[in-house]
Structure formats: C-alpha cells, structure tokens
C-alpha cells in the first residue's frame, strides 16, 4: 500500500499490483457501496489534513476521490 500511495502521489514507478483485483475480492465478500467509499474518502482526507499541507497534498487528496470514484464505477458494473 505505501509503494501504491508513493506511486500515486510522486511517480515513483515502484507499484506493479492490481488494487481493482484485492477489491473486486472484498466486493465478492462484503459488497461495497457508496457510502463506504465516502467513508474512506473523508477519513483519508481527514488524515492527510492532520498530517500534510501543499501541493502533493492537494495531489493526494485529489487523486484518491479520482480512485474511488473509478473503483465504484468498475465495480457497479460486475
């Protein structure tokens, strides 16, 4: 997870993985809704609050809602 962030936010080029895999997994197991995502997304933004200020967290924020927003399409259409 920290190379998938690091990845997201600075292009580091260090993430290989798949995240639609792991959680079309979890959606198999506890289907995942809109307010889940809403919940994720405001406590991720919570944290970076809390912890960063700038561009890259401006950047991070924004990329994650980007993130959700396209997971919950994907998965919606399974």
């Known amino acids: 997870m920290y190379d998938f ?4 936010i600075f292009y ?3 993430y290989n993985g798949d995240p639609m895999n792991v959680h079309r997994h979890l959606n198999k197991m506890f ?3 809109a307010d889940h995502f ?3 997304t405001t406590l991720f933004n919570a944290t970076i609050d809390e912890l960063f200020s ?4 401006e950047r991070a924020k924004q990329r ?3 993130i959700a927003t396209v997971m919950q399409m994907k998965l919606a259409e399974h």
């Open 12 to 14: 580091t080029g260090k």
């Open 5 to 8: 962030w690091e990845n997201v």
């Open 31 to 33: 289907p995942l809704k």
């Open 54 to 57: 700038g561009e890259n967290a």
């Open 64 to 66: 994650a809602l980007s």
């Open 38 to 40: 809403k919940q994720w």
